[in-house]
């Protein structure tokens, strides 16, 4: 057996291969391809291994396109949803009427189809605006510190002091009623959460190297912070956000069920509620319905919140 030397004096067997000559092994496709390198497309295959998750995100996706329809082509619905027939009154469910009919004899089946187009307009407006200003508040709070964080937080923590409903109210005898008030409402109590949630996000990061570096090239505050900082807290506000949505529907709904919320003749699920309450022995079905839809719409985008939550967190991801 003969020997050779190379640089390293090592010596090495002409049977063995030299390590530097070894080919490299062929990468595994079939595991990267399951493991995808950016964080959005690991979420999502994460989020598919969910089962829960992903009927709630049809669920969702059907209810979009179900608000999307009734508004573009109303006349795709079986009944007028507006139409009153006293004569029609408190028809039960049957092939003609799905869901029966309420006091007024409109199809309950048709106005909880239109009732979708507000619920979804209310949540996602809503997040909308707790997400502009409480993002921006908590971002300026956790970066800034001192004076500035004391003051913004101290707000935001008398504002959680207040059951959010109540403060809701609150706000609604303030501004009058309608689904634009509404919409205000509920989106201003929910700016706490979203505050919190950023300010204690950047509290953690806003130390990190990156951030240093950012101010050693001269970029100014607001740079740093929505340039640099809050990329990196983005999937903490996508779950709260998802989470918030159901939130806001059902606060839409509770202040229609108290007659706070849109006002007759528009069809909203929590309205539908509470006035079909007062003939709960009559004609149950009138707030079975609405009631319905309004549980199993919370519950999809608190399932769809949980999903992506595990999604993004990569203790729970499955590999």
């Known amino acids: 057996m003969t020997t050779e030397l190379i640089d390293d004096d090592?010596?090495?067997?002409?049977?063995?291969?030299?390590?530097?000559?070894?080919?490299?092994?062929?990468?595994?496709?079939?595991?990267?391809?399951?493991?995808?390198?950016?964080?959005?497309?690991?979420?999502?295959?994460?989020?598919?291994?969910?089962?829960?998750?992903?009927?709630?995100?049809?669920?969702?996706?059907l209810l979009v396109v179900i608000a999307i329809v009734t508004a573009v082509a109303p006349q795709v619905l079986p009944y007028n949803p507006y139409q009153q027939d006293l004569s029609q009154s408190f028809q039960p469910p049957s092939m003609q009427h799905w869901f029966g009919t309420d006091q007024q004899g409109r199809d309950i089946f048709s106005r909880v189809l239109v009732g979708t187009q507000i619920s979804l307009t209310v949540?996602?407006?809503?997040?909308?605006?707790?997400?502009?200003?409480?993002?921006?508040?908590?971002?300026?709070?956790?970066?800034?510190?001192?004076?500035?964080?004391t003051v913004i937080m101290r707000v935001m923590d008398m504002m959680l002091a207040i059951p959010s409903i109540l403060l809701a109210i609150a706000f609604m005898a303030a501004l009058g009623q309608g689904i634009d008030k509404a919409i205000v409402a509920i989106g201003l109590v929910s700016i706490p959460e979203y505050a919190r949630i950023v300010r204690s996000q950047i509290l953690s990061v806003k130390q990190s190297d990156y951030v240093a570096a950012a101010r050693v090239i001269g970029d100014n505050d607001f740079t740093i912070i929505f340039r640099h900082v809050l990329p990196n807290v983005l999937p903490s506000i996508i779950v709260r956000a998802?989470?918030?949505?159901?939130?806001?529907?059902?606060?839409?709904?509770?202040?229609?069920?108290?007659?706070?919320?849109?006002?007759p003749p528009a069809a909203e699920w929590g309205d539908m509620l509470g006035r079909g309450r007062n003939y709960i022995f009559q004609a149950p079905y009138a707030m079975i319905f609405p009631g319905l839809a309004i549980t199993v719409t919370v519950l999809a985008f608190n399932l769809l919140g949980d999903g992506v939550r595990d999604a993004l967190d990569p203790k729970a991801r499955k590999r």
């Open 10 to 61: 090592v010596l090495l067997s002409e049977d063995e291969p030299n390590p530097s000559s070894v080919p490299p092994e062929a990468p595994d496709y079939e595991h990267a391809a399951q493991k995808p390198e950016s964080l959005w497309k690991d979420m999502w295959y994460s989020l598919t291994q969910s089962k829960t998750a992903m009927v709630s995100l049809v669920f969702i996706l």
């Open 123 to 149: 949540g996602l407006l809503s997040v909308a605006i707790s997400l502009a200003i409480g993002v921006t508040l908590g971002a300026v709070a956790g970066y800034k510190g001192g004076v500035v964080d």
């Open 242 to 263: 998802t989470l918030g949505i159901s939130g806001a529907i059902l606060d839409a709904a509770a202040l229609g069920f108290l007659g706070l919320g849109v006002q």
